[in-house]
């Protein structure tokens, strides 16, 4: 494997030049590019138009199996699924996927761990181990999809031949998982290139939405990039005292600062702008916090995703309780900041940011 070249981690432009590099065509990167992200396949034996001589010295010298699935856990409801993958040099990352009535979404990672080290967070209590490439973030993509493609088969092939298998089968992505996305961010948005590519997944960029902590670099280049995809920022706190406690990397980069990139985000690209904001009782969920919330993003095309939160164990802090969460959403409601009190799929499977990650390799949170 150290060897081989890992296709999902080529470009279009690099998958073109290694194979007119080998003498092939060039038409030929076309028909390889398709079969990957189009026809998502699993082995070069089903890559029907390529010459066999072309597949063998494929299949000897590139790699298509980035991803081992190790453990996956379906929802009681069977809406979300969750997938532990092995990566090539062990360590592991996990994707999730949640099906709705009209769309299928991929919660991907795009670090091992995550440096961040916010303190209500599983991920970030264990550190960062690494940066995923580009192919190791596509290949989870392309792993949900595939899976929800031969369901989608089985069930035509039921259904006497009736073809209902989505040209999307993921619909919908979020870089959501383990890890910083803009901390990563050559593999990350070279990963959102290749999924958007018109002659491959050919996924609209407005069916993406790229979280993060709020690093404010970052998020000005993305604005410069030009990719309309949805922008959404992890707040959890409307000031920067309380806002450093929670999510320690924000002392780099005060709210004002954030705010600033956030708005030209939002100019440049006309999207709407989610903000998280985890609940935490006793912390960050006071009503006069809400009040300084909806004066903060006052005037901003925004919505505001309330998560009651999800709590890791071994962690004393605490998901506010109903009320509280509906007085806080009250506060902005009045205030004409729309809010959502976002449900907690998947609780029973894990699904919390690196739960499953950390049961499975032993970390204890203190
Ligand atoms: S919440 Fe996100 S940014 Fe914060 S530590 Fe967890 S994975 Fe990293």
């Keep these: 494997m150290e060897d081989r070249i890992a296709l999902y981690d080529l470009t279009y432009r690099q998958l073109s030049e290694l194979l007119t ?32 001589a072309l597949r063998e010295r494929l299949s000897t010298e590139t790699e298509l199996q980035l991803l081992t699935p190790l453990t996956e856990l379906e929802s009681a409801s069977g809406q979300t699924r969750k997938v532990l993958f092995r990566l090539p040099d062990g360590n592991t990352i996990e994707s999730v996927l949640m099906r709705y009535h009209d769309r299928r979404t991929a919660c991907i990672s795009t670090q091992v761990g995550c440096g961040m080290g916010c303190v209500f967070c599983a991920t970030g209590q264990g550190g960062l181990a690494r940066n995923l ?10 792993y949900l999809a595939r899976e929800i493609r031969r369901v989608q088969l089985e069930q035509s092939t ?64 993305m604005a410069q990039e030009g990719l309309p995809i949805n922008l959404a920022v992890s707040l959890h706190a409307p000031n920067d005292e309380l806002r450093s406690q929670l999510v320690p990397v924000s002392r780099n980069h005060s709210l004002a600062d954030l705010m600033s990139a956030v708005r030209e985000y939002g100019q440049k690209t006309g999207r709407r702008i989610t903000f998280e904001y985890a609940l935490i009782a006793g912390v960050n969920d006071s009503l006069e916090l809400a009040r300084d919330l909806a004066a903060l993003l006052g005037g901003l095309l925004c919505h505001v995703n309330l998560i009651p939160l999800n709590p890791t164990p071994g962690s004393a802090l605490q998901p506010s309780p109903r009320e509280q969460v509906d007085a806080f959403s009250g506060v902005l409601e009045a205030a004409g900041i729309p809010s959502t009190v976002r449900m907690r799929r998947g ?12 049961r499975q390799s032993g970390i204890v949170v203190k």
């Design 21 to 52: 590099g080998w003498g092939e065509p060039r038409f030929r990167a076309d028909q390889v590019w398709h079969w990957l992200y189009n026809s998502l396949a699993g082995d070069f034996a089903s890559m029907a138009n390529i010459p066999k």
């Design 133 to 142: 490439s580009a192919g190791e973030i596509v290949a989870q993509v392309i």
């Design 158 to 221: 039921f259904q006497a031949g009736r073809s209902q298998v989505a040209v999307h089968p993921v619909s919908n992505i979020v870089l959501m998982g383990m890890g910083e996305p803009l901390a990563n961010w050559a593999a990350t948005w070279q990963a959102i290139e290749t999924l958007t590519d018109s002659r491959g997944y050919n996924l609209g960029a407005r069916r993406i939405t790229l979280s993060t902590v709020g690093l404010v670099p970052g998020i000005r280049r």
């Design 347 to 358: 609780i029973d499977i894990e699904a919390g940011c690196g739960q499953l990650r950390q």
